[in-house]
């Protein structure tokens, strides 16, 4: 299939894109380079673009003669929605719109949407299923909120097939260790502590200890980035003219802070520095999926069930990349 992946130069929309490729299919990335890093697609399927710029889009589509779309171009880091919400709004709901309206205009039949757990807000029952109710605790997870909406408005209205893929905590690295996680700025607790074992920061903090949970710490659910494209995979393959699906992908367990931390220990051999904290405001205790819906549909299930196994992966590209990419493309 020719594949369209707006956001295809970062983290998980990187790793889809090297999935496909090596699955048969034919992707292209279509980034602004915000976030994303260009040594991690090949260089002859990187467009750079910024996806409110439908004209732009609407012609890579047309060049690439793409059957899908897969929707990864986002802002998403929490605590930035909360202080800057205009800038949210615009690119990931405009910025939905916008590639939605271009789908239209090249006439491309289908979208897959990276969604995520942060839709569900604060949950009492666990694990989360997709019929759970949907009330988000920030604007991070009200803008993913109302791009599915629209993808829903616009699949009832225009014969739009979709589907939409509510992740829970991406982690981990390719399994050599050749390409990961790199961000201008992490928030991410499995890096964060890998590089408190690596000395790149002094040392890692743990945001609330007196959670309800077994250890007191946060429970969330961590989801290899090759089990989220296997998922797309999956899902873009199944997607029939006029069809809407929606999962969650995430492993069913969750492990809580200390436990991450614990395995990030046995895995680099030494203890890593922390401090504790108290309660970061907007910070569920637990997040964790019921995977049921798109194992019985889909056939799909995670490979990396060990929170070790994902964070080894995590570390040989941290030990055999410490400065990540390189140098970012300045911000524009
Ligand atoms: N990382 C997670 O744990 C997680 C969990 C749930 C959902 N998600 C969702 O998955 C998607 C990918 O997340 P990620 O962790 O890979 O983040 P990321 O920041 O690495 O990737 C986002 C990519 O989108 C690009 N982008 C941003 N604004 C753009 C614009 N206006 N035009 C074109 N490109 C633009 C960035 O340059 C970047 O390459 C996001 O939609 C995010 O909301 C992530």
């Known amino acids: 299939m020719k594949l369209l992946l707006t956001g295809g130069a970062g983290y998980i929309g990187s790793a889809c894109l090297r999935w496909l490729l090596k699955h048969g299919h034919d992707p292209i990335a279509f ?3 915000s976030e994303g890093n260009p040594p991690s697609v090949p260089s002859d399927r990187l467009v750079v673009g910024d996806i409110l710029d439908t004209n732009a889009l609407t012609e890579a589509l047309k060049k690439h003669r793409a059957e899908a779309v897969m929707h990864f171009a986002a802002l998403a880091i929490v605590p930035d929605s909360v202080k800057d919400p205009d800038n949210y709004y615009r690119v990931n709901v405009i910025g939905t719109k916008s590639v939605l309206d271009a789908m239209r205009r090249a006439e491309v039949p ?16 666990m694990p ?28 009832a209205a225009y014969g739009l097939g979709y589907a939409i893929l509510r992740y829970f905590n991406a982690a981990g690295a390719d399994p ?3 390409y990961g996680e790199d961000r201008r700025h992490e928030t991410h607790l499995i890096p964060l502590t890998l590089q408190a074992a690596a000395g790149l920061r002094p040392k890692l903090t743990v945001f609330g200890t ?3 949970t077994r250890d007191g710490t946060c429970v969330r659910d961590y989801i290899h980035t090759e089990d989220l494209a296997d998922a797309h995979q999956k899902a873009v393959e199944a997607i029939g003219p006029g069809d809407g699906r929606i999962y969650n992908v995430g492993s069913g367990h969750g492990a809580t802070v200390l436990e991450v931390i614990r395995a990030c220990e046995e895995v680099v051999g030494r203890p890593i ?10 910070d569920p205790p637990e997040l964790v999926a019921s995977p049921e819906k ?29 400065d990540g990419y390189g140098p970012k493309p300045s911000r524009h």
């Open 128 to 155: 989360l299923t997709e019929t759970t109710p949907q009330d988000p605790e920030h604007p991070y997870g009200t803008t993913k909120l109302a791009a599915e909406r629209l993808i829903k408005d616009y699949a």
């Open 294 to 322: 798109i194992a019985s549909e889909l056939g799909w299930s995670p490979r990396y069930t060990d929170i070790r196994a994902i964070v080894e992966t995590a570390w040989r590209w941290l030990e055999s990349h410490p």
């Open 210 to 212: 007196d959670w309800p």
């Open 110 to 125: 289908r979208i897959v949407f990276s969604s995520t757990c942060a839709t569900y807000g604060n949950r009492a029952e």
């Open 273 to 282: 520095p922390r401090d504790l904290a108290g309660r970061r405001p907007g």
């Open 31 to 33: 980034d602004d380079l």
């Open 176 to 178: 050599d260790g050749t």
